[in-house]
């Protein structure tokens, strides 16, 4: 059974956002790596740190980090490999959402680089997501909520 809970335990997230650090390609996503890695709890005050558990296994992530009153932005979808193909992806997603919307957010946006994220790319577009720029083999995105 797959859940998402409010991340509680750190550790636990520092070593799944490692993880997703290691994918070949995502290195430019991870610029801000260790600053925000220092205190998670500060980095995303005002948004939420969401860990996905199958079995009490915990096993992805999503986060939302406040930008301003009005705006926030989505990072860290992370899934480990050998639990990917089973629908996690877009349930992140939506919590995200739905979470997103409760704390008053108007907003949605982030960066994906879809060279690298084709699969999670096609997601955003299929749920609604709006490329509103792309430089550098980075797509910016946003959703108004």
Request: aromatic fraction near 12%; glycine fraction near 8%; charge should be neutral.
């Amino acid at each position: 059974m797959f859940e998402i809970k409010e991340c509680k335990d750190y550790e636990i997230a520092e070593k799944l956002i490692r993880e997703y650090a290691q994918i070949k390609g995502a290195e430019s996503c991870f610029v801000s790596l260790e600053q925000e890695l220092a205190d998670l709890g500060t980095y995303y005050k005002g948004g939420a740190l969401l860990i996905g558990v199958e079995n009490e296994t915990p096993i992805a992530t999503i986060a939302i980090r406040r930008v301003d009153q009005d705006t926030c932005e989505a990072k860290r979808l992370y899934i480990r490999p050998d639990y990917r193909g089973r629908g996690y992806a877009r349930i992140l997603m939506n919590e995200m959402l739905n979470r997103s919307r409760e704390l008053g957010f108007k907003v949605v946006t982030f960066t994906t680089r879809p060279e690298v994220m084709s699969v999670g790319y096609g997601l955003y577009k299929r749920m609604g997501f709006e490329e509103v720029n792309f430089a550098d083999g980075i797509a910016f995105m946003k959703m108004s909520l």
